[in-house]
């Protein structure tokens, strides 16, 4: 499968633009197992980087100009790399612009002497769009190791990382936090990212599905969330009045012992969004412990203590989404939650192997039930982070 898609990368690439180019670089999407709206505001994360990919087939060129296109439309999109501004026309190419952005800021201030130069690229991808598997940050990931290499401006990892929440943050417009990129650059086999988001910190921590009989499976619900529409930003917004009205930096510093007065002060709304992030810091924290200590098959009720705190307190869940939490319960995955940045997007299912046909169809005969889209249902697993390819 990489073989193919690299091969066919590479062939997009000259077809767009009559040469080869120097090299292809991946990186993959990434699953949060818990800590949701919690990388914002300090706290936790426990993500892992999956086996879907974007590839980035990159050369540079001897002008200024940076030309992006893809697979999936026919527009070349193209900005001097040195004068890349938010700018609504750059449509998906916000994401590569945005990393090549970034990047440049981060080498002016490290570096003495940098001079970008435009680069040509081409991109593909077997990360699912819009189902809040991060295939934004794939993009900006892959991009962004490739630039690195090729500008030689030796930024590691974690600088990586700030560089794709950067673009995404000031080119695109959403004001995400560092838990995507995070994971799709410290990613490893089968290992999930434990991410303390304050110190950026970050450990591997075995995971250890298969060796239990586990699968993680993906319920795409076909709900297209996206993270520039107001939800998102409204949820980080209430954390930061939440935190401020405590006096605390941010809800990092609220802990579960704090709620009391937290319920004193603040009004029911914001009660709730901050009750959501303290008590999911708690949840990855005893997730973490609770695998190394006893073992996946012990972690399920977190993850659904975590989708009960998301549609009730956080109040970024959809009937969808809950419906293939409930359903995959019921018939068999001894944990469900939605993830990613809600109002769409996908549940995860943690499911013993021999239900997982049971769970499947269970699913896919509710949703026809009820009139929904039919969703996609698949299983990953945790991969490798970012990397070049040839
Ligand atoms: C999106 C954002 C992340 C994070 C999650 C919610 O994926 O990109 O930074 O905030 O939502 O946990």
Same mark, same amino acid.
Request: charged share 20%.
């Given at each position: 499968?990489?073989?193919?898609?690299?091969?066919?990368?590479?062939?997009?690439?000259?077809?767009?633009?009559?040469?080869?180019?120097?090299?292809?670089?991946?990186?993959?999407?990434?699953?949060?197992?818990i800590g949701e709206h919690t990388d914002y505001n300090e706290g936790f994360v426990?993500?892992?980087?999956?086996?879907?990919?974007?590839?980035?087939?990159?050369?540079?060129?001897?002008?200024?100009?940076?030309?992006?296109?893809?697979?999936?439309?026919?527009?070349?999109?193209?900005?001097?790399?040195?004068?890349?501004?938010?700018?609504?026309?750059?449509?998906?190419?916000?994401?590569?612009? $945005?990393?090549?952005?970034?990047?440049?800021?981060?080498?002016?201030?490290?570096?003495?002497?940098?001079?970008?130069?435009?680069?040509?690229?081409?991109?593909?991808?077997?990360?699912?769009?819009?189902? $809040?598997?991060?295939?934004?940050?794939?993009?900006?990931?892959?991009? &962004?190791?490739?630039?690195?290499?090729?500008?030689?401006?030796?930024?590691?990892?974690?600088?990586?990382?700030?560089?794709?929440?950067?673009?995404?943050?000031?080119?695109? $417009?959403?004001?995400?936090?560092?838990?995507?990129?995070?994971?799709?650059?410290?990613?490893?086999?089968?290992?999930?990212?434990?991410?303390d988001c304050r110190s950026?910190?970050?450990?591997?921590?075995?995971?250890?599905?298969?060796?239990?009989?586990?699968?993680?499976?993906?319920?795409? @619900? /076909?709900?297209?969330?996206?993270?520039?529409?107001?939800?998102?930003?409204?949820?980080?917004?209430?954390c930061e &009045?939440g935190a401020a009205a405590l006096g605390a930096t941010s809800l990092r510093d609220v802990t579960v012992a704090d709620l009391g007065r937290a319920k004193e002060l603040l009004?029911?709304?914001t009660y709730r969004r901050v009750r959501h992030v303290v008590t999911e810091n708690q949840r990855v924290l005893d997730t973490v412990k609770?695998?190394?200590?006893?073992?996946?098959?012990?972690?399920?009720?977190l993850?659904?203590a975590s989708?009960?705190s998301?549609?009730?307190d956080f109040?970024?869940?959809?009937?969808?989404?809950?419906?293939?939490?409930? @359903?995959?319960?019921?018939? $068999?995955?001894?944990?469900?939650?939605?993830?990613?940045?809600?109002?769409?997007? &996908? %549940?995860? %299912?943690?499911?013993?192997?021999?239900?997982?046909?049971?769970?499947?169809?269970?699913?896919?005969?509710?949703?026809?039930?009820?009139?929904?889209? /039919?969703?996609?249902?698949?299983?990953?697993?945790?991969?490798?982070?970012? /990397?070049?390819?040839?």
């Amino acid at each position: 499968m990489t073989d193919t898609l690299i091969a066919s990368v590479q062939a997009g690439f000259e077809a767009k633009y009559c040469y080869a180019p120097t090299g292809v670089w991946s990186a993959p999407g990434r699953v949060n197992l818990i800590g949701e709206h919690t990388d914002y505001n300090e706290g936790f994360v426990f993500p892992f980087a999956i086996n879907r990919h974007t590839f980035a087939a990159i050369s540079l060129r001897s002008d200024s100009v940076a030309r992006v296109s893809s697979s999936f439309s026919d527009v070349v999109h193209e900005a001097d790399v040195t004068a890349i501004a938010r700018d609504a026309a750059h449509d998906w190419a916000a994401y590569p612009f $945005g990393a090549a952005w970034a990047i440049q800021e981060m080498a002016n201030s490290l570096l003495k002497e940098f001079e970008a130069t435009g680069f040509d690229c081409y991109i593909e991808s077997d990360v699912p769009v819009g189902a $809040g598997l991060s295939s934004s940050a794939a993009i900006e990931c892959s991009v &962004a190791l490739a630039l690195n290499d090729l500008w030689s401006v030796g930024l590691d990892r974690r600088q990586l990382a700030r560089v794709g929440q950067m673009g995404e943050n000031v080119i695109v $417009g959403a004001p995400t936090g560092i838990m995507d990129q995070s994971a799709s650059l410290l990613g490893e086999t089968d290992h999930a990212v434990f991410l303390d988001c304050r110190s950026l910190e970050a450990q591997s921590i075995e995971l250890g599905f298969a060796a239990e009989g586990l699968e993680l499976l993906i319920i795409d @619900t /076909k709900v297209a969330h996206r993270l520039v529409d107001g939800g998102y930003a409204a949820r980080r917004a209430a954390c930061e &009045a939440g935190a401020a009205a405590l006096g605390a930096t941010s809800l990092r510093d609220v802990t579960v012992a704090d709620l009391g007065r937290a319920k004193e002060l603040l009004d029911d709304v914001t009660y709730r969004r901050v009750r959501h992030v303290v008590t999911e810091n708690q949840r990855v924290l005893d997730t973490v412990k609770a695998l190394q200590a006893t073992g996946p098959r012990s972690i399920g009720k977190l993850l659904y203590a975590s989708h009960e705190s998301m549609r009730d307190d956080f109040e970024i869940s959809v009937d969808e989404l809950d419906t293939a939490v409930e @359903t995959a319960l019921r018939h $068999g995955a001894i944990g469900a939650r939605m993830t990613g940045g809600g109002f769409g997007g &996908a %549940a995860i %299912a943690l499911t013993p192997i021999e239900k997982i046909g049971e769970v499947s169809l269970s699913v896919l005969a509710e949703f026809e039930a009820l009139g929904y889209a /039919k969703p996609d249902i698949f299983a990953v697993s945790a991969a490798q982070g970012a /990397k070049r390819e040839i």
